[in-house]
């Protein structure tokens, strides 16, 4: 059974930093993308970063800069390293995989907080 479990997040004053995790068990075939997403209370889910097989990336505009995503293949770990963070960053977190066969998997997410 395949499960992507989140941890790292918490309650930081703006300004300060969190790295999230995603610890990925099971076997998943042709991974494809993994990412970040976040859902803030009343608002839709959005796309925070991604990283693909090849080891691009891509940010949402309001994370370029502060925000960086990475892999340890090794770990079958997915990191979010968060900088410089703003209440408007506080959102549930959710782990994203989708592989070369349209194969979609999330976590449960991670709460992150930021106080002003």
């Known amino acids: 059974q395949v499960q992507l479990v989140e941890s790292g997040g918490g309650l930081v004053q703006a300004g300060g930093s969190l790295r999230l995790s995603c610890a990925r068990s099971?076997?998943?075939?042709?991974?494809?993308?993994m990412g970040w997403y976040r859902q803030a209370p009343g608002k839709q889910r959005e796309l925070v970063a991604r990283i693909f097989s090849g080891g691009s990336t891509i940010y949402t505009d309001s994370v370029k800069g502060r925000f960086t995503i990475s892999r340890d293949n090794a770990k079958n770990t997915v990191y979010l390293e968060m900088n410089s963070l703003k209440p408007e960053d506080t959102a549930v977190y959710f782990c994203?995989?989708?592989?070369?066969?349209?194969?979609?998997?999330w976590g449960q997410g991670t709460r992150v907080t930021v106080s002003s």
């Open positions: 099971g076997r998943i075939s042709s991974i494809n993308v």
């Open positions: 994203y995989c989708g592989t070369a066969f349209a194969n979609e998997y």
